[in-house]
């Protein structure tokens, strides 16, 4: 069922109502602009980072930083073909977050009746330590709460150190390790975050 809400899309499924924006729309609900007030890279003090769905014709740039940033030395899954069918259905968000043309970064995440999955997220090297993985979190985790899901889940290669602390350091907990997930030569490390948990281990707020 679809039915539209002051210019966005809303689909009802599985007991929850999760509002999406219309592809190709420039405003909606919940697009969030991000006004960054740093000198840890060579963003500008006011630089102006964009949260908002990705478009079909941007599945190759996402499948690229993908291959680039968390498949390195894996078999190539996330291509252009899978990421742009991601883009198109409707239990899925490819979120970006965008600077004037340029994708700064990307998250995806599937949306179940209770549980939230998260299956990539990666910023720009340029980009990151300026909050901008932080903020993509929160406003995925926001779209959860507005449909009702407690929990999120998500996988990471247990080699990726610096995913694994910026994880923990936004609440989500070591769930478990499952060997040989990746390519069957490396684990995975299990994380899951409970919405019902007050709060993150530190917010920007
Ligand atoms: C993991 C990743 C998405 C983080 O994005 P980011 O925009 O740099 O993260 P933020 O700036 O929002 O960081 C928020 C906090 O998380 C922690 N954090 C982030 N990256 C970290 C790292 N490499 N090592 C340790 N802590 C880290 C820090 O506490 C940071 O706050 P601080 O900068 O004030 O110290 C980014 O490093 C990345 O794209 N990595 C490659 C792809 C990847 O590993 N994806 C995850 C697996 S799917």
């Given amino acids: 069922m679809s039915f539209r809400v002051f210019g966005v899309k809303a689909w009802?499924?599985?007991?929850c109502i999760l509002?999406?924006?219309?592809?190709?729309?420039?405003?909606?609900?919940?697009?969030w602009q991000i006004h960054f007030m740093t000198d840890k890279t060579d963003l500008k003090p006011t630089a102006s980072i964009t949260l908002r769905a990705a478009y079909p014709s941007e599945a190759r740039t996402i499948a690229s930083m993908s291959r680039l940033y968390i498949e390195h030395g894996l078999h190539w899954r996330w291509t252009p073909a899978k990421v742009k069918r991601h883009i198109r259905d409707k239990d899925t968000m490819v979120l970006v977050a965008s600077r004037d043309a340029v994708i700064a970064g990307f998250a995806i995440m599937r949306f179940g009746d209770d549980q939230a999955h998260l299956f990539l997220l990666a910023v720009q090297p340029e980009f990151r330590r300026?909050?901008?993985?932080?903020?993509?979190m929160q406003w995925l985790e926001k779209s959860c709460r507005a449909a009702g899901i407690q929990q999120l889940r998500l996988e990471v290669r247990a080699s990726n150190r610096g995913a694994r602390l910026f994880y923990w350091q936004l609440g989500f907990w070591f769930l478990g390790q499952v060997a040989g997930y990746y390519d069957r030569r490396e684990a995975a490390v299990i994380m899951v975050r409970s919405l019902n948990d007050p709060r993150p281990r530190f917010s920007s707020d």
Avoid: N, V
């Fill in 130 to 136: 300026t909050g901008i993985g932080r903020s993509m």
């Fill in 19 to 31: 509002l999406r924006w219309l592809s190709g729309s420039k405003l909606s609900y919940d697009s």
């Fill in 12 to 15: 009802k499924f599985g007991g």
